[in-house]
């Protein structure tokens, strides 16, 4: 074992030292995009599809990164997790949120459609983060209901400490969702311990659906169960008018995913809402 160990890693040590390296400066660029502003959002609708219309937007941060252009989160988001940037980077985030909400509702656009930002299991382990999303909400007058929160996660999550984020957050009309459900540490506890809102499949399943029935039999149960739990279930990467019309049929009740719209700049949904 040593000896298959020995043989994998590198014959010198300049590829990891150029990773740590290549690290700090991303890291350190990182700090200086939140720093000047240069993190932004782009909105991803999520559509109700029994009532035919936009529910709601995802924000997904981009990096508009001065030579390589818009950076997706895919790339830093593990990074800024590792180094707790994630926390300014979340808060800031909440901001532009909340503003996009006001921007919406100020447009006229009834009902206000929700905008729902992702959440890091890192940033609920930092103290006071509901609380300061909380004020956020509270100082931008937000009606209730318009803003989400959809916990993504990367290890294991803390049952109690989410029941304590997930009741803390419905008290105050801000709903909370299951990020990736069916990958990665998600699993039916979760379902059972903590009240979500809404829980979000995973894309591996809507693009298994129409070729695998067993993918198409587990997100059919999967919308049955959310109606006995009367939690709101959005299937993620809907990518297929095929792939929609069998969610329709089986009564699944919210999509995402490119078929729907692509993640874009909040003005070209105002323009077009
Ligand atoms: P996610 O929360 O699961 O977000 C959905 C990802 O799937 C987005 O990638 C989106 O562009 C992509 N996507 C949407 N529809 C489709 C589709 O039909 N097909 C395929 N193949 N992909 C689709 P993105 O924007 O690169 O984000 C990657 C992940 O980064 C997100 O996954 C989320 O976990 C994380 N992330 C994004 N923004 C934030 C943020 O503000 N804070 C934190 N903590 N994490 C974030
Ligand atoms: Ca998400
Ligand atoms: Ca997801
Ligand atoms: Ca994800």
Known sequence: LAALQGQSLPDTSTPSEQLGIDKIRLETQLREALAGHALELSYQPILDIPADRIAGYEALVRWQHPERG??????????????????????Y????????VSRFARAGVDPVPFVAVNVSARQLVH?????????RVHHAGLPAGSLKLEITESRALDI??????????????IRVALDDFGTGYSHFGQLHRLHFDTVKLDRSFAHAMLADPRAMAIIEHLAELGRALRTDIVVEGVETGEQ???LRR???????????????????????A
């Open 70 to 91: 818009p950076v997706s989160p895919a790339e830093f988001v593990a990074l800024a997790e590792e180094t707790s940037l994630i926390v300014p980077i979340g808060e």
């Open 93 to 100: 985030v909440i901001d532009v949120a909340c503003a996009a």
């Open 127 to 135: 103290p006071g983060l509901v609380e300061r999303i909380l004020a």
């Open 160 to 173: 109690e400490l989410v029941a304590r984020v997930i009741e803390l957050c419905q008290r105050h009309g």
């Open 244 to 246: 929609l019309a069998e």
């Open 250 to 272: 089986i009564g699944c009740r919210y999509a995402q995913g490119y078929l729907i719209g692509r993640p874009r700049a909040l003005g070209e949904w105002l323009a077009s």
